[in-house]
């Protein structure tokens, strides 16, 4: 399949339509401005009400009648843009594919080579967030505001999270045998100023080491104008040079045999670098908060939990943001890290980072086309493969004409073989703006040694959001696996008697827009989609596992001291107390309830809209797929108002040979 690499068939089409979106840019800009600047965010409010002689106020009573002025000027320009653009539309491809060539020993063609389908399996991590990039005026009725500032950023921290050096962390202890949940967090090795890593005090053992870049690295072509950066990882640098931590427990414990780092999945890489022109109040960290992977006491924010209770934390691994002079309500902080329960198969956990190794990321609202293409640049220093700007405009096969497109947008390390997308035709008042839908990738993630490709499917999907309207989102999760199945069937290759692909995974992701808990999404949560895919989290209809967590956040809250850095909301959430306080929870429909009143009386841990699911069946005969890790991650704090989730699964392979 040809992958578009470009939104129109043809340069004429091109030009037309970069002459019509230059005659409207002006006046969807200078109206976005407008009505940004009537909707401030509670990070405005507070700075306001502390100051008042703040300048935002000021430049908003200045500049209003300046834009207005302008608006109205541009309104005919406007007029004619969106007569040319208007049409052009339905020559438009639903995606652009990118791809940044790379051949370091990270790239796609050298990741095919590492797993033939034998040997104890392959492990591939997959992660989906939400990330609230809508127009600044739109943003801001989540309570998140400028846009182009935060893609950059996001894009950053992402980069800088999955870039990391995987570290496996072992509790020596007669109790506790399990990976300590900071091995799939993993750490940053601290470094002294002369790029030096410093021995961890107290009774924590490096038996290996790897020299590690905090600030996610330059991109390739910074590094060949200025040369390569001391402290930054050879070339060819794998899991193998991995660092294994070991913490001491009671005497005479005995320590669990160490797995071989090299199985624990692909090679480390620096991303590209660079900082954001415009800050949001989270955008710029002191040393001590996790978001800036470079300061140590984030590398050993993990170690300081698991070793609190012995009184060997010698800080509070999250400092404080001095952006923030106002004080919230005290929250009482968890004192260690949730470690993987008896019953359960796979560790879990609340991480301040995004995994390292990350292979695959679905993100959703991703609608602003200028900050997708800023959030595409900051993850090429990653992921090789990236598709953008995702859906379709005006009046293409959907009911309603369309404004904005999907805000689907995925990467990935591994190469992409067929793409397609498909328009949810029921959404409905605002829903019914932008193109949502669901995009249904290939990729190839390996070949045995019969030159067999070995696959996976991955779908990334955003469902209808008003919360009324159930019925709209069970057509869509129809809709969902019926694509589904059409794709797989139409791209497959392959026949039972002449298997030319291997599937190794099938995995859905994305925001859903319902929980397993609220009564009030009874008619989702028995989709038979939960009968052909399995939800990590989930015990049935109506029931989560106990380590299980919401994943929207309470917009009210979004910028209070306590949760307003990756490590702060880390610690917010391991605690019932904290995310009582910072989770959203189901609103009632009974008059007078709020949502602070009603929290005591819901059961679960807040809404968890937010979704990784994987199939067991549908596989080549001789594979299984099987959790290793789960975790729900604190990175984009301040950023968005939804926590990524990300999933580590293994793909198991048979004795003999597929």
Not at 58 to 71: N, W
Request: aromatic residues 10%.
């Amino acid at each position: 399949m040809v992958l578009y690499t470009a939104p129109f068939p043809n340069s004429c089409l091109s030009a037309l339509h970069a002459v019509s979106w230059a005659l409207l840019f002006p006046c969807y800009w200078l109206a976005d401005r407008l009505v940004a600047s009537f909707i401030p965010t509670t990070y405005e409010k507070r700075q306001r009400a502390d100051d008042p002689c703040y300048l935002q106020l000021l430049c908003t009573v200045l500049f209003t009648p300046i834009y207005l002025a302008l608006l109205v000027a541009s309104l005919p320009f406007a007029f004619v843009g969106f007569l040319l653009w208007s049409p052009l539309q339905s020559a438009r491809r639903p995606y652009i594919y990118s791809r940044l060539e790379d051949q370091g020993s990270a790239s796609g063609a050298a990741l095919l080579s590492e797993w033939k389908g034998t040997g104890p399996g392959k492990s591939f991590c997959f992660a989906t967030a939400n990330l609230c990039l809508l127009p600044d005026s739109l943003a801001r009725l989540n309570n998140v505001f400028n846009t182009q500032a935060r893609a950059r950023e996001i894009g950053q921290r992402i980069r800088n999270g999955a870039s990391r050096p995987q570290i496996k962390i072992y509790i020596d202890s007669p109790t506790n045998t399990s990976i300590s949940a900071a091995s799939f967090s993993s750490l940053v090795s601290p470094q002294g100023s002369d790029g030096v890593a410093r021995a961890v005090p107290g009774s924590i053992k490096r038996t290996a080491s790897v020299e590690y870049k905090g600030d996610g690295g330059r991109h390739p072509s910074e590094e060949a104008a200025n040369g390569p950066a001391s402290g930054d990882p050879a070339e060819g640098v794998g899991l193998e040079d991995a660092c294994i931590v070991r913490i001491g427990g009671e005497e005479g414990g005995r320590p669990p045999e160490a797995d071989d780092p090299a199985a624990a999945g692909g090679q480390t890489r620096n991303g590209a670098g660079g900082s954001p022109q415009g800050q949001t109040p989270n955008h710029s960290q002191r040393d001590g908060d996790s978001g800036s992977l470079g300061s140590p006491s984030a590398s050993r924010e993990s170690l300081v939990k698991t070793r609190a209770a012995d009184g060997g934390g010698s800080g509070e691994p999250g400092a404080t943001n001095s952006k923030f002079p106002y004080k919230a309500s005290g929250v009482k902080r968890a004192a260690a890290r949730r470690r993987r329960h008896p019953d359960e198969a796979f560790d879990h956990e609340v991480s301040a980072f995004f995994p390292a190794n990350l292979d695959f990321l679905c993100l959703q609202e991703v609608f602003d086309k200028r900050a997708a293409a800023k959030l595409k640049d900051q993850l090429h220093g990653y992921f090789e493969y990236i598709l953008y700007d995702v859906g379709v405009y005006g009046c293409q096969g959907c009911c309603s004409f369309k404004f904005l497109n999907s805000g689907l947008f995925f990467a990935s390390r591994y190469p992409i073989m067929d793409v397609a997308y498909h328009c949810y035709p029921n959404g409905r008042r605002s829903d019914g703006l932008a193109s949502k839908g669901a995009l249904f990738l290939k990729v190839q993630v390996g070949s045995t040694p019969q030159d067999q490709r070995i696959v996976g499917y991955i779908s990334c999907t955003h469902l209808h959001a008003l919360p009324e309207d159930s019925a709209i989102r069970c057509e869509q999760l129809d809709l969902l696996q019926d694509w589904l199945a059409d794709f797989r069937k139409s791209t497959s290759s392959s026949s039972t008697a002449n298997p030319e692909e291997l599937v190794a995974f099938d995995v859905i992701c994305g925001d859903l827009n319902f929980d397993n808990c609220s009564s009030d999404d009874k008619l989702e949560q028995q989709h038979s989609l939960f009968t052909h895919y399995k939800d990590p989290c989930r015990l049935g209809p109506g029931e989560e596992k106990s380590w299980a967590i919401g994943t929207l956040l309470d917009t009210d809250n979004l910028y209070d001291e306590e949760v307003c850095t990756p490590d702060n909301l880390q610690k917010v959430l391991e605690s019932e107390e904290g995310r009582r306080e910072y989770l959203a929870f189901p609103t009632s429909k009974s008059p007078g309830a709020g949502q602070k009143g009603r929290k005591d009386l819901l059961k679960g841990n807040g809404r968890r809209i937010d979704y990784i699911l994987y199939a067991e069946e549908g596989l080549w005969p001789d594979w299984k797929a099987e959790v290793e890790e789960f975790s729900f991650i604190t990175q984009l704090s301040g950023l968005t108002d939804h926590l990524p989730v990300a999933m580590r699964l293994m793909v198991s392979a048979g004795e003999e040979e597929a």
